[in-house]
């Protein structure tokens, strides 16, 4: 018997900061004893960047050419390093109650992507690229360029487990993560980024989100739902905790990490 899976869709392409805020309320939502929740959308353009990122001297530079190449600088949710995403990136992240440790989570989402890869032409395989951008072990691949990667946010009760499919557009990708890594003093190969459509010609978005809900939709049942009022409130009082450009204004606060866990690539 598949378990219910509330889906939300809405997203706010026109605020980057604030569409991540909300991923940060309904990760906070589950905490709190709610249900599961996948959130599935087409971000606005913008560089996400992690924690670690933001100790570099020249993060605050890397913020504003992101900004100046018309990417918003938004902090993750997850861990990771610095990526990039717009409109033709499929971005997904699911809030659970921790039932599993964050290996045992990174091999279930990877697999659902790699099978949803699959359902569009696309042969992935799960490893580091060297070279790539937000490096890491849950990274996929194919043809020679990174498509997508994982990262994840561990809370007391509650996780999100956050994925990010590059399916068309990866020159922007690319135009702007160049800038942005030397700002940063970060050495990589900017070749490694790709998108399904070099690998498959002619997929789009809307093939790659059908493909993930039908790929979902064997384990669960998937129940679409809109953003409460309530989520939406709670997110902009979150909104200044995503926005790099504050965040640059201020030093780093913690160096040691704390109590959450964010790990990614």
Do not use: N
């Not at 390093?81 to 989570?105: I, Y």
């Not at 696309?122 to 072990?137: F, H, K, M």
């Amino acid at each position: 018997m598949r378990r219910p899976l509330t889906v939300l869709t809405a997203s706010v392409p026109e605020d980057p900061v604030l569409d991540t805020a909300l991923s940060s309320a309904v990760l906070e939502g589950v905490v709190l004893g709610g249900p599961p929740v996948l959130r599935l959308w087409a971000p606005g353009p913008g560089v996400s960047f992690g924690r670690l990122d933001r100790l570099l001297p020249g993060f605050p530079t890397a913020v504003g050419t992101a900004r100046a190449a018309g990417f918003a600088a938004v902090m993750r949710v997850g861990g990771g390093r610095t990526a990039a995403a717009h409109e033709g990136a499929l971005v997904f992240g699911l809030a659970a109650p921790v039932a599993e440790d964050t290996t045992r989570r990174f091999e279930t989402m990877a697999g659902v992507l790699r099978r949803t890869l699959a359902r569009v032409g696309v042969d992935a395989q799960r490893g580091e690229l060297p070279g790539e951008y937000c490096p890491g072990a849950w990274s996929l691949h194919a043809g020679g360029v990174k498509l997508a990667g994982l990262a994840q946010r561990v809370r007391l009760r509650a996780a999100w487990t956050e994925g990010l499919l590059l399916v068309q557009g990866s020159d922007r990708v690319r135009d702007v993560l160049v800038p942005v890594h030397k700002a940063l003093g970060l050495s990589w190969e900017p070749r490694t980024v790709g998108a399904a459509e070099d690998i498959v010609p002619g997929v789009t978005w809307q093939d790659a989100a059908q493909a993930l809900r039908a790929e979902l939709a064997t384990r669960y049942e998937l129940l679409d739902a809109d953003i409460a009022p309530s989520t939406l409130a709670f997110a902009r009082s979150l909104r200044e905790r995503h926005d790099a450009v504050v965040q640059a204004e201020r030093p780093p606060a913690d160096k040691a990490g704390g109590t959450r866990r964010a790990r990614g690539g």
